[in-house]
T-cell receptor, first 112, second 113 residues
Framework: QKEVEQNSGPLSVPEGAIASLNCTYSDRVSQSFFWYRQYSGKSPELIMSIYSNGDKEDGRFTAQLNKASQYVSLLIRDSQPSDSATYLCAVNKRGSARQLTFGSGTQLTVLP | DAGITQSPRHKVTETGTPVTLRCHQTENHRYMYWYRQDPGHGLRLIHYSYGVKDTDKGEVSDGYSVSRSKTEDFLLTLESATSSQTSVYFC????????????FGNGTRLTVT
C-alpha cells in the first residue's frame, strides 16, 4: 500500500464546475496535510495547508480533512481553465525533519 | 519563489561522470531537501538536511550523496551518473514550526545519456 494515494486521473471538468480531488494516507498519526499545484514544466506551488479535522476555505479552494477515515480532499469551485494542472497531495511523515510524503498527483483539465 | 535558487537548470551528461547540483537559499531556513520527480512516481525524497553538516537519507538515496557546509547551500552529487538518474530534481526548504510546508525551487532537469 502506498503511503499517500491519489486518483491519477486525468480528471476533466467543464469551466465553472466544482472539481473534487481526493487523497488517502496510511500513517494514522500524520498531522499535517498540504495540497500543491504543479503546472507542466514548473515546480510545485503550495495552495492549501490543513491540520485539523473539518473544512478550510481559501477563495475558491476548500480543503477537507477526516483523520478517522485518513482522507483529505480538495474542492475547487468555479473551476477555470487556468486551474488545469497536476495537484499533489502531501502528508507529513513522522521523523526528526518532518519530511513530506507525496502522492503521485491528479491531473486536472478544465474545459472552456 | 521563497528565495531558492537551483543550478544548473538543465544539464546533459554522460553515463559514469560525476554531477553536482546546487541549491541555494536566502531564507536562513534550517531544513533543506532534495526530491526527484519521475512520471508515475511523483516526488520522492533523496536526502535531506536538518542543519549544517547534518544530513540523512530519504527513500531513494542509493547513488546520491549530499553536503551542507553552510546554512544557505545544499549540494546533491551523483558520484557516477546512470541513465536511471535521468529526472527532474527539486530542492525544497522548510522553516518555521515542525508542521510548516515545503517551498520548492524551480528544479533541475538532468539527462544522463
Amino acid at each position: 500500500q502506498k503511503e499517500v494515494e491519489q486518483n491519477s486521473g486525468p480528471l476533466s471538468v467543464p469551466e465553472g464546475a466544482i472539481a473534487s480531488l481526493n487523497c488517502t494516507y496510511s500513517d494514522r498519526v500524520s498531522q499535517s496535510f498540504f495540497w500543491y499545484r504543479q503546472y507542466s514544466g514548473k515546480s510545485p506551488e503550495l495552495i492549501m495547508s490543513i491540520y485539523s479535522n473539518g473544512d478550510k476555505e481559501d477563495g475558491r479552494f476548500t480543503a477537507q480533512l477526516n483523520k478517522a477515515s485518513q482522507y483529505v480532499s480538495l474542492l475547487i469551485r468555479d473551476s477555470q481553465p487556468s486551474d488545469s494542472a497536476t495537484y499533489l497531495c502531501a502528508v507529513n511523515k513522522r521523523g526528526s525533519a518532518r519530511q513530506l510524503t507525496f502522492g503521485s498527483g491528479t491531473q486536472l483539465t478544465v474545459l472552456p | 519563489d521563497a528565495g531558492i535558487t537551483q543550478s544548473p537548470r538543465h544539464k546533459v551528461t554522460e553515463t559514469g561522470t560525476p554531477v553536482t547540483l546546487r541549491c541555494h537559499q536566502t531564507e536562513n531556513h534550517r531544513y533543506m531537501y532534495w526530491y526527484r520527480q519521475d512520471p508515475g512516481h511523483g516526488l520522492r525524497l533523496i536526502h535531506y538536511s536538518y542543519g549544517v553538516k547534518d544530513t540523512d537519507k530519504g527513500e531513494v538515496s542509493d547513488g546520491y550523496s549530499v553536503s551542507r557546509s553552510k546554512t544557505e547551500d545544499f549540494l546533491l552529487t551523483l558520484e557516477s551518473a546512470t541513465s536511471s538518474q535521468t529526472s527532474v530534481y527539486f530542492c525544497a526548504i522548510r522553516g518555521g514550526t515542525g508542521d510548516s510546508p515545503l517551498h520548492f525551487g524551480n528544479g533541475t532537469r538532468l539527462t544522463v545519456t
